[in-house]
């Protein structure tokens, strides 16, 4: 078993958004800047006039449009390196595609080279940039966890940089930030941590340290999602939190099903991570009964609709893309059916429950 990194220091509540530049001072000797990584949706608004930039920060607005491509963290990087002078902090701000990128190029910084040479495990051997991550959306975990996800157009490939250096120093977790966040979005997004923690929870794979961060995630989620507004003050505060344990556990923990399937939607039909975890949900009852049907009570409860029939106008060759690439993904689908998992996900069976969703 590898050894678990999780982030060393963190500041949690309404509010402590304002105390950034506090925990950047001590960093900003002989005048290191700082840069802020901030998603693009955020630009007009109050929140980059609340940064405490100081002459010399560079502030780059991260498009979310799409998903982190190597292409984009790589121009980002180039961007940073124009500054001229290394910066002593990199923040990112944002959901889980701004605080991935964020992430990258901090490794960047200090390991040089192309996002895709660290594509894998243990491939960045020194310390990023330091660095601290402020979410906007709870429930990628991606504020925790020890990756960053990365799609690689060239090699066709979505992968993040798995090491312990991408891992953030620092966070700062304010859920006032999620407040703006739009009703289908949350909830998609806070799904991932449901999602996660089920399909780990009921895999092969057993960590105590990931179980008990798993456990308590999935009793936050179901209070949040099972109450009558998910958006309460009080509930996304408890994602937050949720999605904070859950990000903690993926470096100890395997997802299941799901993330395969859903891998799928997105290498072939481009649909973004949680809302394909969603989609995938729906059609997971012969595997996950129980967690499926109150994945169905929740988002009855907070009135959230999905697209259907993604798959319709697919032919022969797009159900073979697509169950190609949902069984390359090993080491889940061995966690949640066992080695033989190819046995039991057929070609046929794979396009029957494509054709579900
Ligand atoms: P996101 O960062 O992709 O953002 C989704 C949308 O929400 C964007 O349009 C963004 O502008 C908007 N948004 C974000 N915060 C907002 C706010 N407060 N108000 C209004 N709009 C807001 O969303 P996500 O679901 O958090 O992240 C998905 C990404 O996370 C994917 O790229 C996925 O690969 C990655 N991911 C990473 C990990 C990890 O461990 N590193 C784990 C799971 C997923
Ligand atoms: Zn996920």
Not at 36 to 63: C, K
Not at 157 to 185: F, I, W
Not at 189 to 199: A, L, M, S
Not at 276 to 283: D, H, K, L, P, S
Request: glycine share 10%; proline share 5%; charged share 20%.
């Amino acid at each position: 078993m590898r050894p678990t990194k999780t982030v060393g220091v963190y500041l949690f509540g309404r509010g402590v958004f304002d105390r950034l530049g506090e925990r950047l001072a001590p960093r900003r000797g002989d005048g290191a800047p700082v840069v802020f990584f901030i998603d693009h949706v955020f630009a007009g608004g109050d929140l980059p006039r609340r940064l405490p930039v100081v002459d010399g920060d560079l502030t780059i607005l991260v498009d979310t449009g799409h998903e982190p491509t190597t292409d984009q963290v790589d121009a980002l990087h180039e961007q940073v390196r124009s500054l001229g002078r290394a910066p002593g902090t990199v923040v990112g701000i944002g959901g889980g595609a701004t605080m991935d990128v964020a992430k990258a190029v901090a490794n960047l910084l200090t390991n040089g080279g192309m996002a895709a040479d660290y594509q894998g495990w243990d491939l960045v051997t020194r310390p990023a940039v330091y660095k601290i991550g402020v979410p906007t959306l709870s429930g990628t975990g991606a504020e925790a966890s020890a990756t960053c996800v990365m799609m690689n157009y060239a090699k066709n490939l979505k992968l993040g940089m798995n090491s312990p250096h991408t891992v953030y120093d620092e966070l700062v977790l304010d859920p006032v930030l999620t407040a703006g966040a739009p009703r289908d979005q949350y909830f998609y997004t806070g799904q991932d941590t449901y999602i996660h923690c089920v399909e780990s929870l009921a895999g092969g794979f057993r960590h105590p340290v990931a179980d008990a961060y798993s456990r308590e995630a999935l009793n936050l989620t179901r209070e949040v999602f099972l109450s009558g507004d998910m958006m309460s003050d009080e509930n996304r505060e408890k994602l937050m939190v949720a999605s904070y344990l859950g990000g903690s556990a993926i470096g100890n923990s395997f997802v299941g099903l799901v993330h395969p399937f859903s891998a799928g939607l997105s290498v072939v039909l481009g649909l973004r991570h949680c809302v394909a975890n969603c989609i995938v949900m729906e059609a997971m009852d012969d595997y996950y009964p129980d967690a499926v049907a109150e994945f169905r009570r929740m988002r009855a409860a907070q009135g959230v609709d999905l697209p259907r029939g993604v798959c319709a106008g697919l032919d022969a060759a797009g159900f073979e893309r697509l169950h190609q690439s949902t069984i390359i993904h090993e080491k889940p689908l061995a966690n949640a059916l066992g080695p033989d998992f190819r046995d039991i996900l057929t070609p046929a069976r794979t396009a029957e429950l494509f054709r579900r969703m």
